[in-house]
């Protein structure tokens, strides 16, 4: 099928070493490998593609939150971040964890990583 040629080169490219990927075949995301990054001399840009989309939307979510009341549900950040309800679902369960450990911990819980 059509559709599936672009998955396929995407898939040449990581076994070929230069996309790293991750996730399932559901939930599938791809990034430059940052060999890439190193040989463009951009090593800047790989940190921004790795770790900017984790920062921003927990800032987004919790902005949400805000406007809300306090009440979101999945559908409203599926539409937010423009991502699948499965990648939703796993980002509001870390989130959750982490907001929990979070409360234990200045209830004088003493958690271990």
């Not at 996309?19 to 940190?47: M, P, T, W």
């Not at 987004?60 to 805000?66: F, V």
């Not at 406007?67 to 499965?86: H, M």
Request: glycine share 6%; with cysteine; hydrophobic share 45%.
């Amino acid at each position: 099928m059509v559709e599936d040629l672009p998955k396929a080169v995407v898939e040449k490219l990581v076994e070929a070493g230069l996309v790293d990927a991750s996730g399932n075949n559901k939930v599938r995301f791809y990034i430059l490998n940052s060999e890439v990054y190193k040989e463009q001399d951009n090593i800047v840009g790989h940190v921004r593609q790795t770790g900017i989309a984790a920062v921003k939307y927990e800032a987004w979510i919790m902005e949400l939150i805000q406007k809300q009341n306090g009440k979101i549900t999945r559908d409203n950040v599926v539409e937010l971040l423009n991502v699948t309800p499965l990648q939703v679902y796993c980002l509001l369960k870390k989130y959750l964890i982490r907001v929990v450990l979070s409360l234990l911990e200045m209830d004088g819980w003493h958690i271990m990583s």
